[in-house]
């Protein structure tokens, strides 16, 4: 409304001055033939006239001095117009101010400075005689201030009224907007329901759309994360309360015993530090709540790094933990969220497939894909379950204590928001193989 008011009164004075220029000139116009016609006039008036009519000047040039003055003091003779004829020789005919008159111009319109007064004349030479008409600028501007009035006065009722009309066409266009506002005010956050765009004008519905969205997903977000902390809670009831029996029953068990107890309660506790520490990174991979950062990561690094660190737990469960390929690869990514991506699938892969087994990783480019895989000889997972095992909190082996159920959930969340493939398949050796593929990007030159 400020922008809309402002132009209107930025157009108002352009028009205003514009209008003042053109009138200007248009009076002028107008003035300049009124001055013609009076000199036509005053040649038809008397033709008979010449300077034997005239009576010789008998005033001495000192009194003729004070009666300019005296005249020019006068607002008498400055507002009427001054006629003067002259003969063809220069003899002054004629005067309508006795004695006075601005000097004889050269045919046309003039405007000349006398007596310190700005004159606007007309000079119309006709037979035998030089006819003269002038008038002062002051009183020319005089008249046009009164006439420039009267034609301002409708171009400030008109800005007025559309001042007016603009401020209730903008508060009309704008109603709804705050009816908008309104509903929004009384949304809750336990339910977030759309907004209604059935009387919305179609510039506004858009905005109306975009925003049903954002609720749409908020709502999506808040009743994920309400289901995040009930089954998080669940989840945590339980190890807490198996280190907390633990507790007590090393309280009360025999010096000789003691060893054995304090080892379960280390267990329970790794468990349960296990389980929060996977809740952290679930909560943190949550695509509503997170947005990744894009840098170059060398794949074949981190596949490496992960059968490195943890190769001395494969070494204590007795089972061999090996890299089959690492082919150079690059992709766009996050690198933490890559990394901890592996770190699942291998813990998964140690935890589920047994004392004894065999855990293959293998990185090769097949295209313009970087496939990860990583397999092992353990029970593996029936095919009907491979999609129910990516979501959260879901353990086939009810009975395997150590376990979170989470470990595949991140996975798949990584996967989304890499935008990568995630397949989980029969092995060659009988057990899971989980094959994730990931865009291929060019590799950075490393220095020398």
């Not at 945590?236 to 198996?242: H, I, R, Y």
Request: charged share 20%; aromatic share 4%.
């Amino acid at each position: 409304m400020i922008w809309q008011l402002s132009a209107l009164l930025l157009t108002a004075v352009v028009v205003s001055v514009l209008t003042f220029r053109l009138a200007w000139l248009g009076f002028n116009d107008v003035r300049d033939q009124g001055l013609e016609q009076i000199a036509e006039t005053v040649l038809r008036h008397d033709p008979s006239l010449d300077a034997s009519s005239i009576p010789a000047p008998s005033l001495a040039q000192q009194d003729v001095s004070i009666l300019e003055k005296r005249w020019f003091a006068d607002d008498e003779y400055l507002n009427q117009f001054v006629s003067q004829i002259w003969n063809r020789q220069g003899q002054l005919l004629y005067s309508s101010l006795p004695e006075v008159g601005p000097p004889m111009q050269a045919p046309g319109h003039h405007i000349v400075d006398w007596h310190g007064q700005s004159w606007r004349l007309y000079t119309l030479p006709r037979a035998e005689r030089m006819v003269q008409v002038a008038v002062t600028t002051h009183i020319r501007r005089q008249h046009f201030y009164e006439l420039i009035t009267w034609l301002l006065i409708p171009l400030g009722v008109l800005v007025l009224v559309l001042g007016m009309l603009i401020h209730q066409a903008v508060l009309r266009s704008l109603r709804p907007l705050e009816n908008m506002r309104r509903e929004l005010n009384q949304h809750d956050v336990a339910g977030l329901q759309p907004l209604s765009t059935r009387e919305l004008p179609r510039e506004i519905a858009p905005l109306a759309e975009a925003l049903n969205q954002l609720l749409t997903r908020l709502d999506n977000l808040l009743v994920n994360q309400r289901q995040f902390l009930a089954d998080a809670a669940h989840e945590l009831n339980t190890p807490l309360a198996a280190v907390k029996l633990q507790a007590q029953l090393v309280r009360r068990a025999p010096e000789t015993d003691r060893v054995s107890a304090l080892d379960e309660l280390d267990r329970g506790i790794a468990r349960t530090s296990h389980l929060v520490s996977q809740l952290l990174l679930l909560a943190r991979l949550e695509p509503d709540a997170r947005q990744p950062q894009p840098s170059l990561v060398q794949l074949d690094e981190l596949v490496r790094g992960a059968v490195v660190s943890f190769a001395a737990r494969a070494t204590d469960q007795r089972i061999d933990l090996g890299l089959i390929s690492a082919d150079p690869a690059c992709v766009w990514g996050d690198g933490q969220a890559l990394r901890a991506l592996l770190d699942n699938l291998v813990d998964n892969a140690l935890r589920y497939a047994g004392e004894g087994a065999r855990v293959d990783l293998a990185l090769r480019v097949v295209g313009n894909q970087a496939v990860v895989e990583v397999m092992d000889n353990g029970p593996g997972i029936a095919p009907m379950d491979r999609e129910r095992v990516q979501e959260r909190f879901v353990r086939l082996d009810q009975g395997h204590s150590t376990g979170s159920g989470l470990g595949l959930a991140i996975v798949r969340h990584i996967t989304d928001l890499h935008r990568a493939q995630l397949e989980l398949t029969e092995a060659p050796s009988g057990g899971l193989l989980v094959r994730i593929r990931l865009a291929l990007a060019t590799c950075a030159v490393k220095p020398d």
